[in-house]
């Protein structure tokens, strides 16, 4: 059932969602980068030129200019010799953190490649199946990516999550987008929890992903100046 191409496009909804939310705060007629092209190729407003990242185990990145195409590691990705260093407007990067092996050094890495005053739109899944794709090595609450991406310099605009305990139970007996009403799929996207006490004695919040929209400060500036 885990596998079940229906669990995957009730995974898929959230992320749809929370970009149709970030949209509008992005920057028109961007260079934009995401891992393929699944979610910028929908988004010719912001996404005037999309590039597709293609993971590649080996050696320094290779850059295909006219396919627009970046081959890299994901921890050389703007450092390496071949690396694009603040070449981008926009990164859309869902479901990919739990890929790679290093968080820290492949957010230090996005964070090389996007121009100051750029926008990383985040995914990351929490509670949700293994899947290795070669590898599967994490899970992330939202504090978790935004201590992340915060580490590498990002500023924090916005946190959502996907689901509640309802979708979540749904998720993994088995049940799909299919078989959810209209309000079950309204509460897909949610604000993310406020921290639970550690000797609180009710269970933590349940939720399939942590979702986030992240900043990187123009030069000179910080986080707490005004945007």
Request: glycine fraction near 8%; proline fraction near 7%.
């Amino acid at each position: 059932l885990a596998n079940h191409p229906r669990l995957v496009q009730a995974a898929r909804e959230a992320i749809d969602q929370f970009l149709a939310e970030v949209r509008p705060l992005l920057p028109k007629h961007s260079r934009c980068l995401e891992w393929s092209t699944r979610y910028t190729s929908k988004m010719p407003d912001v996404c005037a030129e999309a590039w597709a990242f293609q993971y590649s185990q080996f050696g320094e990145p290779y850059v295909n200019y006219q396919k627009k195409e970046i081959f890299a590691n994901g921890e050389n990705l703007g450092t390496g010799k071949n690396g694009m260093r603040e070449y981008f407007d926009v990164l859309v990067h869902t479901q990919i953190f739990e890929h790679i092996p290093n968080s820290y050094q492949h957010a230090q890495q996005l964070f090389s490649v996007i121009k100051p005053g750029g926008y990383a739109v985040i995914t990351v899944p929490f509670l949700e199946r293994e899947h290795g794709d070669p590898q599967d090595y994490f899970r992330m609450t939202c504090d978790g990516l935004a201590l992340v991406m915060e580490k590498a310099g990002f500023c924090k605009l916005k946190l959502r999550v996907a689901g509640m305990q309802t979708t979540v139970l749904m998720y993994l007996t088995g049940y799909g987008i299919d078989d959810m009403t209209k309000e079950e799929k309204a509460t897909l996207l949610r604000d993310a929890p406020p921290p639970t006490p550690w000797n609180q004695a009710m269970p933590g919040d349940f939720y399939t992903g942590s979702f986030g929209l992240f900043l990187k400060p123009l030069t000179n500036h910080t986080c707490s100046d005004p945007i």
